[in-house]
């Protein structure tokens, strides 16, 4: 019996994570290479003066996806990670006072919105139920699968998940597509927000994603203990435990390829061999940077990035009992706002504002007793220019003033300690063009076919999986591109000449 076959993966976002857990358990020997000293990428934590922040991702569906690779690996993931249902999804707040509860109880959140809002109950489910048919029948061939195989059309019915595509789905605009179903237009609003999911503008993304809902509303919003850094630290210990290795604080500094084959990898000068290489750095500089392939990193470049964030991470000293985990400030004018973010790339007055509270779930455990640790995030266009020291502070000017006006209290006085997280340092912490948030967005009709695959179409045992490839940017959508690229290399490795 020959060596185990070596793998190599540059970077440990979630998705590099996951594919070292897949490959590891299958019997490939893997080794990560991360320029960071920790390893999660995007998922990171900030402790400061007594508070604790989760810097990135801070909302967890879908813990299936996480589930599987400790089933797969034989290990209880209860020994690793502990979770748990939120009874409110998110709490949404309106310049003309409204006050929306998600309940996670979906008869209850119609209930509220009609009580609150006067649109009826009934269209709510309605919707609900749609979603939830949207991603059982198309949702789960796109984003289960590679788009770019045969099998994928032949096995795996993309054929038939295309037969119960309706026209709305691709040729309207989420927001046309909510509007023509909702007539209040708080409602509207709430279910546009969800094209921010992936980093998308609702009046340009397609109808089709009205299946994200599903994932939140019927599918459940959990809370896992220590707050999202905890789904990391699992699936390190995961990967530790199944033999990865992990090299920190080492940038790859190229990908060796000799007769459109990838044969390793270079670090502190020196070639590192191995039979896979795998890329969980964005896929633009893994062109431009690893590959030297100009011509094909500005290919990349042609589909829209994703949306980007300005986010503040305030220590507040005081309690704020009108909120929750997760909390929502919505502009006026939608759509002038995502106008500005996506086609003016200029900062927008009266920003969304989204505020995560870790301290509500665990209290005296992220903040002091008493205080609240706010992760205060804005949207922003990905792009140098959002990093600017003016534009922040004009962020911050406004986000205060709506805040003070919906909140009912004079916030400035009660930030008690400030980190600022913004589009230049995400791309310099996480090698992410743009400091994109989730790779390219879904504003077109063909974003999802125009994503790329998840391997190299010219170089041989080369692959790609992670937010800026195939099905796209968020922690269940990495997930899922892990499996991909992982399946695909399980399968290929049969076919292929052993070099030892
Ligand atoms: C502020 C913020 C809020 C977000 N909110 C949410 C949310 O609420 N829910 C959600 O699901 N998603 C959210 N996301 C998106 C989510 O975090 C990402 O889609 C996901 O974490 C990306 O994972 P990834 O596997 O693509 O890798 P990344 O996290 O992008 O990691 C890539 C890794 O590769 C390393 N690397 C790059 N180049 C090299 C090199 N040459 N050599 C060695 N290492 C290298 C980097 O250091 C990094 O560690 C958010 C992201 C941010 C920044």
Redesign the pocket.
Known sequence: MSAKQTVCI???????LACAIRLAVHGFAVTI????SHPG???NVLEKDAYRFDT????FVQPQNVEELFKLAGEDIHQYIQYKKLDINCKYFYEDGTVINAYSNKEKFAKEVEEKTGEPAQHILSYLKESKNIYTNIGNVFLNHSLHKRKTITEHGILKALATTKPAYIFSTLHAANKKKFHDPHVIQLFDRYATYNGSNPYKAPGMLKLIPHLEMNEDVFYPQGGMISINKALYNLALKKGVTFNFN???QRIIETDNEAKGIVINNENHFADVVIS??DVF?TYLK?LNDKQQAKKILKQERSSS?I?FYWGIKKEFRQLYLHNIFFSKDYEAEFNSIFKLKNPYSDPTIYINITAKMEPGVHAPAGKENWFV?VNVASDEGMSDEAIISLYKKNIIAKLNRLLQFDIEPLIETETV?HPKL?EEQ???FGGA??GTSSNSRSAAFLRHPNFSGRIKRLYFT???VHPG????L?LKSAAITSQLIIQDSKKWKRYD
């Open positions: 540059i970077g440990s976002g979630i998705a590099g290479f991360e320029k960071n990428g995007k998922i990135g991702p801070s909302l080492t940038t790859v969980n750095t500089f690893l964030a986010v995030m997280l995400i996480t090698v992410s948030l989730y992670g937010g800026s940017g968020g922690i269940p990495c």
